[in-house]
DNA sequence: CCGGATCCGAATCGATACTG
DNA sequence: CAGTATCGATTCGGATCCGG
């Protein structure tokens, strides 16, 4: 037994040896969008230092969630194996749970393309039956957002270089959508599209107002109801 | 912004920062169970530091995530509030995730009463249809294990003491189960009940063998698919 | 620029002892 | 039972450096 094991015969255990070491589970949540060099991931993560960032990739390696790829003539890539892909579900769940305990945004906390990119899907609800296709500006982030057919499908503009992330779609956007972190407000349902545009939280800058609607209808976060079971819970193993 | 913090404005960021931190989670998942009490908890997590146990037990009531609760005259217990009961589902995840690279224990691991609860609720199968009440001895760990309308009920008997886990249910058991941590080839589907008994993974001491059969259909963890996609995936974000 | 490796002070963790 | 206090061992963070 490793001198910092949990010494314990459990999958969650397991599970947070190989995964719960500080910094790990945002680099599975960066690689979630795609495969990402080192660079890249130290851009997504400004605040990681790159020998922790250069151990964990070691560690997440031996522990078979990512995969170091060669790429033909330009560096190489890491990028999640079948088992890390596994923790999709995962950390979208996490996502939608942290969610709710988000506040206003921190002094010098950032906004990162592969972190927006990653809570459009934590919010997604694909059963809202909407189709739309937006340009989404939150700080120096720029998102592709298309909606169609209860797929959502991203795409990341900028910062830094031109298109990101595969194919940028044909076609223009049919709107441009700006916002601050305060959008969070809206997907929280704390206010209307009709009150997010008159605070400021999110403005349409071309297309028609009423996209918003489509946008709040197709990502939301309902909270976590307080089904109030635990007041009247008995402790266990008292006599 | 904390120096400790992420510095990024996101859910995953943000859920990190409250049950990230070294033992936090196991801390959750053992109040998963039901309350417990600070040595309740210590005894579940014997390798924990009792100053450790104490500090992560300050960050989750503050992070809203667990409630210290006074009981009459027979000290106090920690429990999940409705916001850390919103946990379960990811707990559950990680944990089937986590099997999935759990080899053989390490010389020292333990096997806890309510790991071993929750490892049954991580691997439960609502829908297999099959219905019976056994109990399960793992090392030292005694559960009553009874499934019954697709709900499982798991109740703690020992160690050490006597009825743990509310009142225990009526009647005696169709059969008592005694199984290694090998038990877990059997939920993995790695070995047959059949084989199981014959490998001495199990062995059913009391009732019939048959009774395995059920077990194995209840409690299956089926292995990750290896969709093999990220084979073909192209890199994103090179020219 | 890419992909790290090295070094060092600061913060956290782990083990043990001790207390109301 | 429910923690504090202390202190050495590890890890983390920040900066710098280096070969391609």
Redesign the pocket.
Known sequence: MA??SYGQYCGVTTAVELIG???ALLIVRDLLVGPR????LKQGLP??????L??R?TQLQEAGVVR?VPMRNC???YELTPYGQALEPIVLALGRWGFQAMGDPDEGDVVTPDSLTMALRTSFQSGSGDRFDIELHVGDVALRVIVDAGVLTVAQLAPPAPPVGGALPPGEPEAVVVAGPGIRRLIAGAVTPAEAIAQDVVAVVRGEERILDAFARTFHIAPIPAPAILESLEPIGLP
Chains 1, 2 share one sequence.
């Open positions: 001198a910092r070491e500080r910094w060099r080192y660079t890249d605040r990681i230092p790159t020998n922790i250069s151990s990739l170091r560096g190489l890539v």
